[in-house]
């Protein structure tokens, strides 16, 4: 991807209700350090899952796209999955993309929320969440 980014300009956001829940344990000082990860990981367990959670209204902005340049691997992903839901076209509006990345990812975040900040044995939860079948 030669540094084309056509998701700069737009806000990446997560549900308000899920941001502090999700802060405890992502962003800078945490044990896992960028905001973008976390969304990387609830949009990983929400397309795991198939399952996406309806946009809340009230969202708390983390991030703009400008944070795709430092993983641009990242973009060919969200690609990827848009045109295999909607179809080329989609590729055309990027804030397109982001929300149906963002639907999964909500999803994947809240799961995180309840299954493992806080559960017994968040570890285990997570891993048998992502846990990828024998071929």
Sequence with gaps: MSG???????EMTMPADL????SQFFGPGKPVG???DAWWLGLCI????????????EVRK??????FASDDWRIVHLELLAVAK??????AQPRDVIRLASGYADYGLEWVAEHCL???EPILAL???????AA
Excluded: C
Aim: glycine fraction near 10%; hydrophobic fraction near 40%; proline fraction near 6%.
């Design 34 to 36: 960028r905001m973008i």
């Design 62 to 67: 983390f991030a703009d796209g400008t944070i």
């Design 46 to 57: 929400g397309v795991k899952h198939g399952q996406q959670r309806k946009r809340s209204d």
């Design 127 to 133: 891993l048998n969440a992502i846990e990828v079948p």
């Design 86 to 91: 909607k179809g080329e076209a989609i590729l």
């Design 4 to 10: 084309m980014n056509p998701y700069a300009s737009v």
């Design 19 to 22: 941001h502090p829940k999700i």
């Design 118 to 120: 806080g559960a017994n």
